[in-house]
């Protein structure tokens, strides 16, 4: 298959051309679809930032590509500075019924467009006619030529994979499932083209462009739900997991334990509509926008609930150092935990349940009072170390308001995880004394429970009421970093930031291990050139009527 063709399949992202957009012309039981727009744009775009000058050098990112095409497309009688990536491109992934095997087998739908510029779609698609040779077949679908030929596209061993998880084989031989979508059918609109494992969608979304109707993605409620999350006008890409649509006919190819495992997932998350993600380039003051967002029909219910709890935006703790290159925090309602819990095992079959009850009912009572006192606040921050090994180090702190009861619990369940308690400046540390390579520690002090490395845990109950040791909330970074940033007042699931530039100018300096290969990775740039480029992450997590969005994003280097 000839380089263009692979490049726009690769992408496998778009917004329609014209007024038909590409959820209009999708399977309207798709259940995964990526789409992207202007791509060629989104590299002008990038490419005029500091990091997309030092990543493309100054040149221009589309005129880059063109030689990868080029040898293919001349002899069709493209020019070079005709050339380019197409304008948008799409991918749904959906079930259908095969009449052959009788039963469900996967499917797929792609759209590949360049506008009004029907000489690169008729140029491709005669490349690939021509690539194949006497290896395809053409047929007529509504009065354009379809292309017919054999792939070599491979299913990964499914059974294999969920064995990996549990030890209960699910899904049994999908050979079929493989020799389903192996076949490809290949259909040119004008500046359009379209391709399928199947002919019966590809039909389908002809009638859609020329002017029928029918059922199609774009009206499905779920599909409607989860788009209207994302943050942002015109994302340059987006993609999402509608999980009604995958479950149901999962059941079908899977079996019974797909039906008996529903209830148990319903109990433990609630009724997710899906999963989604989302990016734009070189938005303003930004180098990327990044977003990743949960749809729910109704209220969280379960785990999810537990981790929908809200509070205002906080300072940063004052035992979060001026090293720190990260700091995050997130919400956690731990006082429902031991509830929520119990209800997911209610939810289990009656034999898997009464197996579990017991333990729980020993240990409940004990731990429900002491994650009464915890949180909603967990904070997370990593500072850098001079270990070639494990260059970073992350330290979590959970407020509570009653330490003793908390060393209470640890009394009992330390010595199960080999941790003993030893004294620290006053404050308590649970660590394993007869281990020579764990590092891991549990502290109690500074006003919360402390989980992390030695180090870590000590820096922090060291610090605790020292006034005038250097912090991250006074630091430029931290300043600069809130005063430029997309987060919003008001409550929030989460926040955080990230000092990129200067945790990868760090490690780079360190040679071996993890820092090598991190440092490896960006060795053609120096250290000074990454802080010119990138600017500080930030990230939040806010709840909204339909579910959680959790946004991201880097900013162009302050001034």
């Given at each position: 298959?000839?380089?263009?063709?692979?490049?726009?399949?690769?992408?496998?992202?778009?917004?329609?051309?014209?007024?038909?957009?590409?959820?209009?012309?999708?399977?309207?039981?798709?259940f995964?679809?990526?789409?992207?727009?202007?791509?060629?744009?989104m590299?002008?775009?990038?490419?005029?930032?500091?990091?997309g000058e030092?990543?493309?050098?100054?040149?221009?990112?589309?005129?880059?590509?063109?030689?990868?095409?080029?040898?293919?497309?001349?002899?069709?009688?493209?020019?070079l500075e005709d050339?380019?990536?197409?304008?948008?491109?799409?991918?749904?992934?959906?079930?259908?019924?095969?009449?052959?095997?009788?039963?469900?087998?996967?499917?797929?739908?792609?759209?590949?467009?360049?506008?009004?510029?029907?000489?690169?779609?008729?140029?491709?698609?005669?490349?690939?006619?021509?690539?194949?040779?006497?290896?395809?077949?053409?047929?007529?679908?509504r009065?354009?030529?379809?292309?017919?030929?054999?792939?070599?596209?491979?299913?990964?061993?499914?059974?294999?994979?969920?064995?990996?998880?549990?030890?209960?084989?699910?899904?049994?031989?999908?050979?079929h499932?493989?020799?389903a979508i192996?076949?490809?059918?290949?259909?040119?609109?004008?500046?359009?083209?379209?391709?399928?494992?199947e002919?019966?969608?590809?039909?389908?979304?002809?009638k859609?462009?020329?002017?029928g109707?029918?059922?199609?993605?774009?009206?499905?409620?779920d599909?409607?739900?989860?788009?209207?999350?994302?943050?942002?006008?015109?994302?340059?890409?987006?993609?999402?997991?509608?999980?009604?649509?995958?479950?149901?006919?999962?059941?079908?190819v899977?079996?019974?334990?797909?039906g008996?495992?529903?209830?148990?997932?319903?109990s433990?998350?609630?009724d997710?509509a899906?999963?989604?993600?989302?990016?734009?380039?070189?938005?303003?003051?930004n180098?990327?926008?990044?977003g990743?967002?949960?749809?729910?029909?109704?209220?969280?219910?379960?785990?999810?609930?537990?981790?929908?709890?809200?509070?205002?935006?906080n300072?940063i703790?004052?035992?979060?150092?001026?090293?720190?290159?990260?700091?995050?925090?997130?919400?956690?309602?731990?006082?429902?935990l031991?509830?929520?819990?119990?209800?997911?095992?209610?939810?289990?079959?009656?034999?898997?349940?009464?197996?579990?009850?017991?333990?729980?009912?020993?240990?409940?009572?004990?731990?429900?009072?002491?994650?009464?006192?915890?949180?909603?606040?967990?904070?997370?921050?990593?500072?850098?170390?001079?270990?070639?090994?494990?260059?970073?180090r992350?330290?979590?702190?959970?407020?509570?308001?009653?330490?003793?009861?908390?060393?209470?619990l640890?009394?009992?369940?330390?010595?199960?995880?080999?941790?003993?308690?030893?004294?620290?400046?006053?404050?308590?540390?649970?660590?394993?004394?007869?281990?020579?390579?764990?590092?891991?520690?549990?502290?109690i002090?500074?006003?919360?429970?402390?989980?992390?490395?030695?180090?870590?845990?000590?820096?922090?109950?060291?610090?605790?009421?020292?006034?005038?040791l250097?912090?991250?909330?006074?630091?430029?970074?931290a300043?600069?970093?809130?005063?430029?940033?997309?987060?919003?007042s008001?409550?929030?699931?989460?926040?955080g930031?990230?000092?990129?530039?200067?945790?990868?100018a760090?490690?780079k300096?360190?040679?071996?291990?993890?820092?090598?290969?991190?440092?490896?990775?960006?060795?053609?740039?120096?250290?000074e050139?990454?802080s010119e480029?990138i600017?500080?992450?930030w990230?939040?997590?806010?709840?909204?009527?339909?579910g959680?969005?959790?946004h991201?994003?880097y900013?162009?280097?302050?001034?």
């Amino acid at each position: 298959m000839i380089q263009a063709f692979l490049i726009a399949g690769s992408l496998l992202c778009t917004s329609g051309s014209g007024d038909i957009s590409s959820s209009d012309i999708m399977p309207e039981k798709s259940f995964v679809f990526f789409e992207a727009d202007d791509l060629g744009g989104m590299l002008d775009r990038i490419s005029k930032t500091p990091a997309g000058e030092m990543i493309f050098d100054g040149r221009d990112p589309n005129e880059m590509l063109k030689p990868m095409i080029a040898d293919s497309l001349s002899e069709r009688g493209i020019e070079l500075e005709d050339m380019r990536l197409p304008d948008h491109v799409a991918l749904a992934l959906y079930w259908t019924f095969d009449d052959e095997i009788g039963i469900e087998v996967p499917a797929w739908i792609a759209r590949v467009g360049w506008k009004d510029d029907e000489a690169m779609a008729k140029g491709i698609f005669e490349n690939i006619v021509s690539d194949l040779d006497d290896k395809a077949e053409m047929e007529e679908l509504r009065g354009r030529d379809m292309l017919v030929f054999e792939s070599k596209l491979e299913l990964p061993d499914m059974d294999a994979m969920m064995m990996e998880v549990a030890p209960i084989p699910m899904m049994g031989d999908t050979s079929h499932m493989e020799d389903a979508i192996r076949r490809v059918f290949v259909v040119r609109d004008g500046s359009e083209l379209l391709m399928s494992s199947e002919p019966i969608s590809l039909d389908d979304a002809l009638k859609i462009m020329d002017g029928g109707k029918g059922k199609m993605l774009s009206g499905s409620d779920d599909f409607e739900l989860m788009n209207g999350l994302v943050p942002v006008e015109a994302a340059d890409a987006s993609a999402m997991l509608l999980t009604e649509n995958f479950a149901e006919e999962m059941k079908a190819v899977v079996g019974p334990m797909m039906g008996m495992a529903t209830p148990i997932i319903q109990s433990a998350f609630g009724d997710i509509a899906g999963y989604g993600f989302w990016m734009k380039a070189a938005s303003e003051g930004n180098l990327v926008e990044y977003g990743t967002n949960i749809g729910m029909n109704g209220d969280p219910v379960g785990l999810m609930k537990l981790a929908s709890v809200a509070t205002p935006l906080n300072d940063i703790p004052s035992y979060v150092p001026a090293e720190a290159v990260t700091y995050g925090r997130i919400d956690f309602d731990f006082k429902n935990l031991v509830p929520t819990i119990q209800q997911i095992i209610s939810s289990l079959p009656e034999g898997q349940a009464a197996q579990i009850e017991p333990m729980i009912q020993m240990y409940a009572p004990m731990m429900q009072g002491s994650l009464e006192t915890m949180g909603p606040e967990v904070h997370i921050f990593t500072t850098l170390t001079d270990d070639e090994l494990n260059p970073t180090r992350m330290t979590m702190a959970i407020p509570t308001t009653d330490p003793e009861s908390m060393n209470q619990l640890l009394s009992m369940f330390g010595p199960m995880m080999s941790m003993q308690p030893r004294d620290f400046k006053g404050d308590t540390i649970y660590s394993d004394p007869q281990s020579e390579f764990s590092r891991t520690a549990i502290g109690i002090g500074a006003g919360a429970v402390l989980f992390g490395d030695i180090d870590g845990v000590e820096a922090v109950l060291r610090s605790s009421g020292q006034s005038d040791l250097p912090t991250m909330a006074r630091s430029k970074f931290a300043r600069s970093a809130m005063l430029s940033s997309g987060i919003p007042s008001g409550d929030l699931l989460a926040w955080g930031l990230f000092d990129t530039a200067r945790m990868i100018a760090d490690i780079k300096q360190l040679e071996g291990g993890m820092a090598g290969n991190l440092a490896d990775m960006v060795d053609s740039y120096d250290p000074e050139k990454f802080s010119e480029a990138i600017g500080a992450g930030w990230m939040y997590g806010k709840r909204v009527e339909d579910g959680l969005q959790f946004h991201f994003g880097y900013l162009e280097p302050s001034e």
